[in-house]
Nanobody
Framework: QVQLVESGGGLVQAGGSLRLSCAVVGSISRINYVDWYRQAPGKQRELVAHITRGGSANYADSVKGRFTISIDNAKNTVYLQMNSLKPEDTAVYFC?????????????????WGQGTQVTVAS
């Protein structure tokens, strides 16, 4: 059974750094792309960063220059390095992955969500 396992959240002072990990657990053919979202209390979930299997990345304007998304295809893991953290970065961070799975007869795409990891930035 395929699932996404997130780790790396925690409490940090403003200006500090955290690195989040999103590991694909289970048998897959390959990652298609992975997104990191975040949701603060009372706010809608927003897309923070996106990366393809090939490493092409995009970022929300609010995190450009501070966050870096990367992928390790050998480990089926995506990372979100967050630097110069601000109190407004406080949220639950979720990874969402589009994965290519193989049944033994054919390939197909399927979408998965992680359980979320809390990031709290103290001022």
């Amino acid at each position: 059974q395929v699932q996404l396992v997130e780790s790396g959240g925690g409490l940090v002072q403003a200006g500090g750094s955290l690195r989040l990990s999103c590991a694909v657990v289970g048998s897959i053919s390959r990652i298609n792309y992975v997104d990191w979202y975040r949701q603060a209390p009372g706010k809608q979930r927003e897309l923070v960063a996106h990366i393809t299997r090939g490493g092409s990345a995009n970022y929300a304007d609010s995190v450009k220059g501070r966050f870096t998304i990367s992928i390790d295809n050998a480990k089926n893991t995506v990372y979100l390095q967050m630097n110069s953290l601000k109190p407004e970065d406080t949220a639950v961070y979720f990874c969402n992955a589009s994965l290519v799975l193989y049944t033994g007869s054919y390939y197909y795409l399927s979408d998965f969500w992680g359980q979320g990891t809390q990031v709290t930035v103290a001022s």
